[in-house]
């Protein structure tokens, strides 16, 4: 079945660039995503990537996707601390369900 | 986008004792989804919620531990029935809106249950 792998927590100072990989399992994978969650709140989608894509750029976010190696990285630039979150990888083929990661807790220290 | 609500946000129930979660769209979404995160874990489907049928459940969960309603096209219940404290979690309800063939997944804030 499908599986998405995540390091469990990464520490930053603040204005430092942040990287959060994840890698799964499902070559057939044709979305995959960042999800934000803040203490005590629900997820919010950051940005998404379709598997045809090498990388995708908004604002402070970068995020790259080797499908070869089914790898995708979510690059956060002058990390603050309102970014420190658990940020989820999640992936779907075609309209089937989501297969989220176990999430990655970032801190941004000051 | 769609924005969602939940109530109640919190709550600490005690063993044996059922608790129902609202979940209220602001607009009409043919699919919702309930969600479980349990303690460090991710999220896990629990069952899928089509507006005018039975709702399709994931493996490990059933109707009688998790009865769900969807009475309409913005409003859906999931009901915890005779707790444990091994549900204590925070549940999540989710709605898909798409534009042609890209679908986003949109989710609420949550509830956080507690179980003694």
């Known amino acids: 079945g499908e599986d998405v792998e995540q390091s469990l927590f990464l520490s930053v100072r603040e204005g430092d660039s942040s990287v959060i990989n994840c890698t799964y399992t499902?070559?057939?994978?044709?979305?995959l995503y960042w999800y934000k969650q803040e203490p005590g709140a629900g997820l919010q989608l950051l940005t998404y990537i379709f598997s045809n894509m090498d990388m995708k750029q908004d604002q402070r976010l970068t995020v790259l996707l080797n499908k070869k190696d089914k790898h995708l990285s979510l690059r956060i630039a002058d990390t603050q601390t309102g970014d420190s979150a658990i940020y989820f990888c999640?992936?779907?083929?075609?309209?089937?369900?989501?297969?989220f990661g176990k999430g990655t807790m970032l801190l941004v220290s000051p | 986008s769609a924005v969602i609500s939940q109530k109640p946000s919190r709550d600490i129930c005690q063993r044996g004792t059922s608790l129902t979660i609202q979940c209220q769209v602001d607009s009409q979404v043919t699919m919702m989804f309930w969600y479980r995160q349990q303690p460090g874990q991710s999220l896990t489907l629990i069952a899928t919620?089509?507006?005018?049928?039975?709702?399709?459940?994931e493996s490990g969960f059933v109707i009688d531990k998790f009865p769900i309603s969807r009475p309409n096209l913005t409003f859906s219940t999931l009901t915890v029935s005779n707790m444990s404290p091994e549900d204590s979690s925070i549940y999540l309800c989710?709605?898909?809106?798409?534009?042609?063939?890209?679908?986003?997944?949109?989710f609420g804030p949550g509830t956080r249950l507690t179980v003694l």
């Open positions: 989710s709605v898909e809106s798409g534009q042609g063939t890209y679908n986003e997944q949109f």
């Open positions: 499902d070559s057939s994978s044709t979305y």
């Open positions: 919620a089509n507006q005018g049928s039975e709702a399709t459940y």
């Open positions: 999640a992936e779907r083929w075609g309209y089937s369900t989501l297969t």
